[in-house]
Nanobody, 119 residues
Framework: QVQLVESGGGLVQAGGSLRLSCAVSGGTFSMNDIGWYRQAPGKEREPVATSGSGGRTKYGDFVKGRFTLSRDNAKNTVYLQMNSLKPEDTAVYYC?????????????WGQGTQVTVSS
């Protein structure tokens, strides 16, 4: 199955930036299928940047142009560039690949990387 390993989280002041990385290996996948989710304490996991129709990336409403998902196919790595960070962006960020019955693939999650934004 597909393995996902996140990195790049940390502590940053409000208004700062972070770039998260998700290294992908194993299984059968398209880099376009990889997305990012987050889970704040006491809240449900929510999508941040996921695969949308027509190969586009769908961003959560809260993103408002601050985050950008990019891919390096040569490195099998997906990035999430986060700018203008706010304290409410504090969460554990996970990368994800959905299940694909056609490819015989189960859904996979990384272990998560903590992002903390101080005010």
């Amino acid at each position: 199955q597909v393995q996902l390993v996140e990195s790049g989280g940390g502590l940053v002041q409000a208004g700062g930036s972070l770039r998260l990385s998700c290294a992908v290996s194993g299984g059968t996948f398209s880099m376009n299928d990889i997305g990012w989710y987050r889970q704040a304490p006491g809240k449900e996991r929510e999508p941040v940047a996921t695969s949308g129709s027509g190969g586009r990336t769908k961003y959560g409403d809260f993103v408002k142009g601050r985050f950008t998902l990019s891919r390096d196919n040569a490195k099998n790595t997906v990035y999430l560039q986060m700018n203008s960070l706010k304290p409410e962006d504090t969460a554990v960020y996970y990368c994800n690949i959905p299940a694909s019955p056609r490819l015989g693939r189960r859904e996979s999650w990384g272990q998560g990387t903590q992002v903390t934004v101080s005010s």
